[in-house]
């Protein structure tokens, strides 16, 4: 059952909430253990919100648009009294003292929150495998990894535990976990969703977005938590977008680039795997089939992104997790003096890939390393932007695969961070240039697992991300 | 050890950081950041000139907002999250005669 569907049958009071969410409590009870999409239920607070809708609903009154439909949320999102622990052990136990914007929104909409989902420690990763409490597993093959870092939102939406999650993207860690898992995930323009109190990573690139099962979904959750917000300063003024009005309008007549360099063109960034790149080619001839116009497009700085990324992130992730030092919140190790307690509670707050970053950005930030590193990284940044605009001038929308593969198995690169690193080639950059992106499930590889494809766009169309995403899920045909 | 990046770099860069390295970790570390630092090489050599660094995706102004009083957190559930708080305050070891 959609989203839609539930929510429109609780708000017509054909369906209540609490029943519609012991239902979902049920698929988490019989398969989470082996899955591990959540690291905290919360099932007492989610039976309360979902007997409140009921009651406004016997009231007269209308829940929202989200009326009921059970949703996870990453647990990088503060929820007032409930633990938000990053997947980290710095934050174990902490309960934030207020709620993230989009958490005041999903329950101003109706829907329904049933708890928080695991992560890649401080959403560093692309496998959920950097996680304190352990891995998420890919609900189409337990042996593979859910992608990450907002796996456990994938593994949760794939596995019908919710129809819909909340997950942030800040090189892909929405749409490549949406790929792996076969659902739609979508990271919208920087700015269109407030990040008050979305957890730091790096803030210049770190956006909140919509996962669902289908694209009208995806659609709908967007309208609720896109717009506004006086409480985070980079949230776009006056932008109010409407997605699902959108899904119906087609492709016929749009101008859609194959970006040459993230597809297997000339040029191209290596790694992308055969069957990914027949299946986004395939999605390209449904879109031409569908009306549009196909053009081969040079975005000749994609290919820089991923060294640009991985110094422009760590370095604001250097700056940001400063502030875990065990006075205000979190983790103290004790020790004689202020800075020993400092270094002793950093040391066993933290995991591996969080240090490993954290000191990337230390070295990338610091004197007669900075012009070499972050300093260039900046310019690229430019540059990104630049050719993506010039490719806009004479396209409307961007293709390219989400991932590089099909979900990979457990443990397979965790020993050299590098590897894991690629998965994000095709998604950072529009992390760098604030740009909005969807992926789309089309088709499987040669493993039997989802292939996801991506749609980009310029900054504040996120709208026609949906709509192009509404034309190659009626093409993929059942998954 | 790496050409990219010394032992000492990461020694160094771990205190910066307020992180404890053991020896298993400082070779680890050492040899990872290289190779990812390695990679960093194509925008390392490339040729930039004067290209504008671009902080920021979107065009940032200040924003201010009126000056009227509007409620706050709680303070009092800010600190019961506080590892160790003291008469409305975060108490702390101490901080003089500390190395700098």
Not at chain 1, 113 to 138: C, H, I, Q, W, Y
Not at chain 1, 223 to 237: K, N, Q, R, W
Not at chain 2, 45 to 64: E, F, K, Q, R
Request: proline share 7%; aromatic share 6%.
């Amino acid at each position: 059952m959609t989203a839609r569907d539930i929510a429109a049958a609780v708000r017509s009071g054909d369906r209540s909430a609490v029943a519609v969410l012991e239902e979902h409590l049920d698929r988490i009870a019989a398969r989470d253990e082996e899955l591990h999409a959540f690291n905290l239920v919360t099932a007492d607070a989610a039976r309360a919100e979902a007997e409140a809708v009921d009651a406004a609903v016997a009231a007269g009154a209308d829940p929202g648009p989200l009326a009921g439909v059970p949703i996870a949320l990453k647990d990088n999102m503060c929820t007032r009294g409930i633990p938000t622990t990053c997947s980290s052990k710095i934050l174990e136990g902490w309960c934030p003292p207020y709620d993230a914007t989009v958490v005041r929104r999903l329950r101003a909409a109706g829907a329904i929150a049933v708890g928080k989902t695991n992560l890649d420690e401080f959403a560093m990763g692309s496998s959920t495998e950097n996680s304190a409490n352990g891995p998420t597993r890919n609900p189409h093959d337990t042996s593979r990894v859910p992608g990450g870092s907002s796996g456990g939102t994938a593994a949760s939406v794939a596995a019908g535990f919710t129809p819909l999650g909340i997950g942030s993207d800040t090189g892909g860690s929405i749409r490549q976990p949406a790929a792996f898992c076969g659902v739609v995930g979508m990271k919208p323009t920087y700015g269109a969703v407030s990040r008050y109190g979305l957890i730091a990573f790096a803030s210049s690139l770190d956006q909140i977005g919509p996962f669902a099962q289908d694209v009208a979904d995806a659609a709908a959750l967007f309208d609720v938590i896109a717009g506004h917000d006086p409480l985070d300063s980079t949230s776009i003024v006056d932008f109010e977008p409407v997605a699902s009005d959108a899904l119906g309008r087609g492709v016929d007549g749009l101008r859609i680039g194959v970006v040459r360099e993230l597809s297997g063109g000339e040029g191209t960034v290596e790694g992308l795997s055969p069957d990914v790149l027949a299946r986004t080619q395939e999605a390209v001839v449904a879109l031409e089939a569908a009306g549009a116009t196909i053009e081969d497009i040079s975005v000749p700085s994609a290919t820089l992104g991923l060294s640009a990324y991985y110094l422009v992130a760590p370095a604001e992730a250097s700056s940001n997790l400063a502030r875990y030092d065990g006075v205000r919140y979190g983790l103290r190790v004790d020790a004689p003096t202020t800075g020993e307690m400092n270094t002793a509670s950093r040391t066993a707050g933290f995991g591996p890939e969080v240090k490993r970053r954290i000191m990337l950005g230390t070295y990338a930030l610091s004197a007669g390393y900075y012009d070499a590193f972050y300093g260039k990284a900046l310019k690229v940044r430019t540059m990104m932007l630049r050719d993506f605009a010039a490719a806009y001038e004479k396209v409307d929308v961007l293709i390219t695969p989400t991932a590089p593969t099909t979900a990979f198995p457990l443990g397979e690169r965790t020993a050299d961070p590098m590897t894991m690193y690629v998965n994000d080639v095709c998604t950072i950059p529009s992390n760098l240039t604030g740009h909005p992106g969807i992926s789309v499930p089309f088709g499987v590889g040669d493993d039997g697992l989802p292939v996801g494809v991506q749609v980009l766009a310029p900054a504040l169309d996120d709208v026609l991300t949906f709509q192009v995403a509404a034309v190659l899920e009626a093409a993929g045909g059942p998954r | 050890m790496s050409e990219r990046i010394s032992r000492a770099d990461v020694v160094h860069v771990a205190r910066l950081a307020r992180l404890r390295l053991d020896d298993d970790e400082i070779d680890l570390f050492t040899g990872q950041l290289g190779d990812i630092l390695a990679h960093a090489a194509d925008i390392e050599a490339l040729d930039v000139g004067d290209i504008p660094p671009t902080s920021h995706p979107l065009p940032l102004v200040n924003v201010m907002r009126a000056d009227v009083v509007t409620p706050s957190v709680d303070r009092d559930e800010v600190l019961a999250q506080a590892p160790a708080p003291e008469d409305g305050r975060f108490r702390v070891p101490p901080v003089l005669g500390e190395e700098p």
